[in-house]
């Protein structure tokens, strides 16, 4: 099955306290994302990824690192987290959009983070 | 910069009725328009999408036409049901180099009561 998978689903941790995000997808798709999810803002990207060792930065990306080793992987990483990083947060990945127009962007579950 | 602007929510709607969300955007360029919808608990799923001027988008009974002319694209369905009931988000993606960024509005938050 097509997916994207994120891992956790839920976590609450403190401030400062280093932690990752994963997130994987089985599409061997080139293009990954980030966002999170806010009240009132809608979703807003954090950083991206056009392929493997490409990552370029969103709307809103500070406080956060991300890396892209393999073509399914695209971790998010704060490394020092603080109480307004609280937010739900979704991995997307696509085809590049030169690639033609079934260039789809899926989501995954999302992961709820509460920073204390 | 692009912008997306949905009404706000939530909208509260009796099984059967007809449903509007409206959606209006900004960009530079020429976008191509979405709708994503949200159930409780779960990720974006794509719901319909346009890619030019004058295109109508379809899905589960929902329809948007994307408007050049009022740069809109709002959600239309002629007889909800409860289980409709979800957040939806428009969203438009610019071309940029070949990535793929989606500028989401809101959100609208429907809830459809028996």
């Known amino acids: 099955e097509a997916q994207v998978t994120q891992n956790p689903r839920y976590l609450i941790t403190v401030t400062g306290k280093k932690l990752t995000v994963t997130c994987s997808q089985n599409?061997?798709?080139?293009?990954m994302s980030w966002y999170r999810q806010d009240p009132g803002l809608g979703l807003r990207q954090i950083y991206y990824?056009?392929?493997?060792?490409?990552?370029d930065k969103g709307d809103v990306p500070e406080g956060y690192k991300v890396s892209r080793k393999e073509k399914r992987n695209f971790p998010l990483i704060l490394e020092s987290p603080s109480p307004n990083q609280t937010s739900l947060y979704f991995c997307?990945?696509?085809?590049?959009?030169?690639?033609?127009?079934?260039?789809?962007?899926?989501f995954g579950p999302g992961t709820r983070l509460t920073v204390l | 910069g692009d912008s997306v602007t949905q009404m706000e929510g939530p909208v509260t709607l009796s099984e059967e009725a007809f449903l509007t969300i409206n959606c209006t955007y900004t960009?530079?360029?020429?976008?191509?328009l979405f709708w994503y919808v949200q159930y409780p608990g779960e990720g974006l799923q794509l719901l319909l999408k346009?890619?030019?001027?004058?295109d109508k988008g379809s899905n589960k009974g929902f329809e948007a036409t994307y408007r050049k002319e009022t740069t809109s694209f709002h959600l239309e369905k002629g007889s909800v049901q409860v289980s409709d009931s979800a957040v939806y988000f428009c969203?438009?993606?610019?071309?940029?180099?070949?990535?793929?960024?989606?500028?989401f509005g809101t959100g609208t938050q429907l809830k459809v009561e028996l």
């Open positions: 969203a438009l993606r610019v071309t940029l180099g070949g990535g793929n960024k989606l500028t």
């Open positions: 346009a890619t030019k001027a004058d």
């Open positions: 960009a530079t360029g020429y976008p191509s």
């Open positions: 990824s056009m392929n493997v060792e490409v990552t």
């Open positions: 997307a990945s696509s085809m590049l959009q030169d690639r033609g127009p079934d260039n789809e962007q899926f």
């Open positions: 599409m061997n798709h080139e293009y």
